[in-house]
C-alpha cells in the first residue's frame, strides 16, 4: 500500500511539474504576444517630424480636374505585346499629352524633363539643399493587351460607372504616373519648393522587361554618379480582405520581389503513322515530365524571406490565436507555412511557383508529332536561387530524353531595410498612415516583376507600393477583365504622393535645413 501511494505521488509530482511547465511556457507565448514590437514597427509619425505637414484638401475644381486628367490618359492605348511589338504612336502621343495636363511641372525653373529611349520620361526636381540625398519615384506607362470583347465597358474609353473609372491601365499603372505628376502639379501651384531633390522615372515597356525604358533611365542616372536614399516604384497595395484573421485593411510595402526563370522543355522522336505508334511519343514524354513539375512543387521556404516580417507586424492587429502564432513564428513558422500553402494567393509567398504557360506539339492528326515543347515559368522565392531551382528541375523531371534550356533568367532582389531607422521605409510608412489612417502597415513581398531591378545600382532601398485599395474579387482584375478603381481612391492616391513629397522633406535627419510650409 505504501508503494502504491508513494507511486501516485510521485505521479502526482510529474503531473503538477508538467503542468507548471506547460503554464510557464503559455504565459512566455502570452507575454510576447501582447508586449512584442517588431523592428520598424513605431506607429506612423512618432519620430523626427517637423511642423505640420500641410493638408492635402483639394478644391472641387481640382477634383475634377485630376479625373479628367487620369480619363485622358486611359484612352491612349499604350500596349506592349513584346519588346518588339510595342505602341510607339500611342506612347509619342502620350508623351504630348503630359504638358496639356501638366503645364507648372513642365514650365518650372525647378523641374527638367527628359526623354529617354524615345518614349520613357525623366524628371529631375530640384531642392534646395543639395546636401540631402535625393529619392526617386517611379512608374510605367505601358500596359497589358485588353480584349474589348470580354469587358463591360470598352477597356480604352475611361467611362465612369457607379463611382468606378473603368480601363486599362487605372490599377497597373497609369493611375501612378498621373497620381505623381498631379500632386506634384498641385505642390508646385501652391507655390512649394522641395528641400530635397527627387527624380520621377516612367518607363515605356515594363510589361515587357523594362529593358528599354526603365534601364536606360537608370543608366544615365548611374552615368551622372547618382546615388538614392530610396526608390518607390509600385508592386503592392492596400489590401483589404484577403489577410485571414485580419479585421482592417493592410498597407504592404514590398521591401523585395520575386525574381523569375522561365524554362523551355523539348523532346524529339521520330515520327510516323498514328496507326503504329510507339510506346511512348514526344507529347506523351514531356506531358509525363510537364506532370511531375505540377505535381512536385518547390520546397517551402517560409521563415527564410520578408514574409515573416510580414506577420509579425500585423500580429498585435490579429484575432486570437492568430495573434499568438504570427508573434512566435520561432515556434510556429512551420505550422504558419503549411498553412499559407494551401492558398494560391498566400502559397506564392512561401515558396518559388511552378506555371506550366505554353505547349505545343503535333502536325497532322494522324501524324505521330517528331518534336514537343512546352515553357514553364517559375517565380523565386527570395531565399531560392536559379542555380539551386535548375538543379530541383532536373531531379523532379529525371528524364535524359527532356531537353531543359534557361530562356529568361532574373534573380530575386536583396531585401530592403524597414527597421525604424529606415529612411525611405517610414517615409513611405508615415505617409500610408496619413492619408489612410484605418490601415495596418507592414512590409511585404512583391510576387510580380517590376522596373525596380534596373535601379539596384543606384540604392539598396527599393520598395514597393501603390496605395490603391484592393479587395479579394479585384486580384484578377489587375492584368484582367474590368480593370478598374473607384474615384475615391483615385483622389487618395494624388493625396498619397502630393504628402509623400512633403514627408521627404520633413523627415530629413537634417531637418533644421527643411522649414515647415503652411500651403
Known amino acids: 500500500m505504501k508503494n502504491i501511494k508513494g507511486k501516485v505521488k510521485v505521479a502526482a509530482i510529474i503531473v503538477l511539474l508538467l503542468v507548471s511547465v506547460f503554464l510557464i511556457f503559455l504565459s512566455a507565448l502570452l507575454i510576447r504576444t501582447y508586449t512584442f514590437s517588431p523592428a520598424g514597427s513605431q506607429a506612423p509619425g512618432s519620430r523626427r517630424s517637423v511642423g505640420t505637414a500641410p493638408a492635402a484638401n483639394f478644391t472641387l475644381q481640382e477634383r475634377h480636374q485630376l479625373l479628367a486628367n487620369l480619363k485622358g490618359a486611359l484612352r491612349i492605348a499604350t500596349v506592349s505585346r513584346s519588346p518588339d511589338d510595342l505602341s510607339p504612336a500611342a506612347l509619342a502621343q502620350f508623351g504630348d499629352y503630359l504638358p496639356t495636363v501638366f503645364p507648372t511641372v513642365f514650365s ?45 465597358v470598352p477597356p480604352f474609353s475611361a467611362e465612369e460607372w457607379n463611382g468606378y473609372l473603368y480601363g486599362r491601365g487605372t ?23 522641395p528641400c530635397r531633390a ?68 523539348s523532346v524529339s522522336t521520330g515520327t510516323g503513322h498514328s496507326s503504329m505508334p ?35 507586424h500585423l500580429s498585435s492587429q490579429l484575432r486570437f490565436p492568430l495573434n499568438v502564432v504570427m508573434a512566435n513564428l520561432w515556434l510556429f513558422s512551420s505550422l504558419v507555412g503549411r498553412m499559407m500553402e494551401k492558398e494560391p494567393s498566400t502559397n506564392a509567398i512561401v515558396r518559388t511557383t511552378t506555371a506550366v504557360t505554353e505547349f505545343h506539339a503535333g502536325v497532322k492528326e494522324n501524324v505521330i ?24 528541375v532536373k531531379n523532379i523531371i529525371s528524364d535524359e530524353r527532356v531537353k531543359i534550356d534557361v530562356l529568361k533568367n532574373s534573380p530575386s ?4 531595410s524597414y527597421d525604424d531607422n529606415s529612411f525611405g521605409y517610414q517615409v513611405i510608412k508615415v505617409t500610408i ?14 510576387i510580380a516583376s517590376t522596373d525596380t531591378k534596373h535601379y539596384q545600382n543606384l540604392t539598396n532601398e527599393l520598395y514597393r507600393f501603390s496605395p490603391v485599395i484592393l479587395k479579394k474579387e479585384d486580384l484578377s482584375r489587375i492584368h484582367g477583365v474590368n480593370e478598374r478603381i473607384s474615384v475615391k481612391n ?22 533644421s535645413h527643411c522649414a515647415s510650409r503652411d500651403l
Not at 171 to 187: N, P, R
Not at 290 to 300: A, D, I, Q, W, Y
Not at 384 to 389: A, F, G, I
Open 369 to 392: 508529332a517528331p518534336f514537343a515543347r512546352a515553357t514553364v515559368n517559375f517565380r523565386l522565392h527570395p531565399a531560392h536561387t536559379p542555380e539551386e531551382l535548375l538543379r530541383q
Open 198 to 265: 527627387f527624380y520621377i522615372g516612367f518607363g515605356h515597356d515594363e510589361e515587357v522587361g523594362g529593358n528599354s525604358g526603365a534601364r536606360n533611365i537608370a543608366r544615365v542616372l548611374q552615368s551622372r554618379g547618382t546615388k538614392l536614399s530610396f526608390l518607390l516604384d509600385e508592386g503592392s497595395a492596400i489590401f483589404n480582405g484577403i489577410i485571414p484573421g485580419l479585421d482592417q485593411p493592410a498597407a504592404l510595402i514590398a521591401t523585395s520581389e520575386k525574381g523569375y526563370v522561365t524554362i523551355g522543355l
Open 490 to 511: 483615385y483622389e487618395e492616391f494624388v493625396k498619397f504622393y502630393f504628402r509623400l513629397m512633403q514627408h521627404s522633406d520633413l523627415w530629413s535627419p537634417a531637418f
Open 108 to 152: 518650372s525653373d525647378l523641374v527638367q524633363h527628359e526623354v529617354i529611349a524615345n518614349y520613357s520620361h525623366l524628371f529631375t526636381v530640384h531642392g534646395s539643399n543639395d546636401s540631402l540625398q535625393p529619392y526617386m519615384l517611379i512608374a510605367h506607362l505601358d500596359v497589358v493587351p485588353a480584349s474589348a470583347e470580354e469587358w463591360e
Open 278 to 312: 510507339p510506346k511512348e511519343t514526344s507529347i506523351g514524354i514531356l506531358a509525363a515530365a510537364v506532370s511531375k513539375l505540377e505535381n512536385n512543387p518547390m520546397p517551402r521556404m517560409f521563415g527564410q524571406g520578408p514574409e515573416s516580417g510580414l506577420f509579425e
Open 433 to 446: 498612415g496619413n492619408i489612410f489612417p484605418e490601415v495596418a502597415i507592414a512590409p511585404g513581398l512583391c
Open 171 to 193: 490599377l497597373d499603372d497609369k493611375s501612378s504616373v498621373m497620381g505623381i505628376l498631379q500632386g506634384l502639379e498641385f505642390l508646385l501651384k501652391r507655390g512649394y519648393k
Open 413 to 416: 532582389l536583396p531585401l530592403s
